[in-house]
Structures are given as structure tokens and as C-alpha cells.
């Protein structure tokens, strides 16, 4: 009986991922909750000349200079007019990068097991939807779950390593 209980805790474990979800808009989305580093406010972006329009631009974070981008502009959302007091960033590491991502607000963390994630439905689109890693539900709403790095394409990368300072060796 004691083997029973150590197996299902065992496949119990190493099947749930937990999952940030936030909104844009009136959608809900989700990223994996070990590519995020932290939420933080929106503080001071700077921006930087000839970038892509989603690309914000630049922020310090605690001495480390961070790209920041919006998400809505990225999935060609209508953007908020305004921040709102639940306007957030979530800092995000993507490989050797940290990045800033401008959402609506962050709602909960989920703790999803593969029973509850189902393979993202046939898009046809003249843009890649590579990013989107599965759709689950919660409250009768659809969650789009996000592999973050692939949201950003070669035009994004190029921007965020070129406006990046060198880091010290």
C-alpha cells in the first residue's frame, strides 16, 4: 500500500507544470511559470529609435537593463489607452536574455497536468503560431499557453541584443 501511495505522488509530481496566466485585452493567456523571473509595475521605459512598434524600449531594473515589449502590439491587439493600476511587466528569462512584457493584468498561477492541456486547434494564418504551446480552460474560458521565446522572431531579437549593452566578460 505504502509503494501505491509513493507511485502516484511520483507521476503526480513530475506531471504537473504550473503556468502564470494573464490577460490582454479580454483574452487569457499563460506562460511557463520557470521562464518567469518576476512581475514587477510598469516603471520608466525609454524608448529606442527605428524598432519594431511592439518593442517599448529600455528599463533598469535593480542596475540590469532590461527590453520591454508589448505583448498586444506584438498579436496586433488594440493597445490600452492607458495603463491601469493591474498594468504589469513580467520579466521573463529567455536564455542569456531578460525581457519585459507588457500585460493587462496577472490573474493566477495555474497548476496544469497534461490531462488538462490540449494540443492548439490547426491555424491557418500567414504568421507563424509556433508560440502557442497548447490551450487549456479555466471558468469556461479559453487559455492560450505561450512559449515565450518563440513569440519573438529574428526582427525582435535583433532589436532587443542591438539596444542591450554589452555585458562584461
Do not use: W
Amino acid at each position: 500500500m505504502e509503494n501505491q501511495k509513493t507511485s502516484k505522488s511520483v507521476v503526480g509530481a513530475t506531471s504537473v507544470e504550473r503556468y502564470l496566466e494573464f490577460s490582454l485585452g479580454a483574452e487569457v493567456y499563460a506562460m511557463p511559470l520557470l521562464a518567469v523571473r518576476e512581475v514587477i509595475a510598469v516603471p520608466e521605459i525609454t524608448p529606442i529609435p527605428y524598432t519594431p512598434p511592439h518593442f517599448l524600449g529600455m528599463m533598469n531594473l535593480r542596475g540590469q537593463v532590461i527590453s520591454v515589449i508589448d505583448l498586444r502590439l506584438k498579436f496586433n491587439m488594440k493597445q490600452a489607452a492607458t495603463h491601469t493600476p493591474e498594468t504589469a511587466i513580467i520579466i521573463c528569462n529567455i536564455g542569456s536574455l531578460s525581457l519585459g512584457v507588457v500585460v493587462n493584468s496577472v490573474n493566477s498561477v495555474l497548476a496544469l497536468t497534461s490531462q488538462d492541456i490540449s494540443e492548439k486547434p490547426g491555424i491557418e494564418s500567414s504568421i507563424n503560431t509556433a508560440y502557442i504551446t497548447g490551450v487549456t480552460r479555466k471558468d469556461n474560458q479559453l487559455v492560450l499557453l505561450l512559449d515565450i521565446g518563440k513569440v519573438l522572431n529574428v526582427t525582435d531579437y535583433a532589436a532587443i541584443t542591438q539596444a542591450a549593452p554589452a555585458k562584461a566578460a
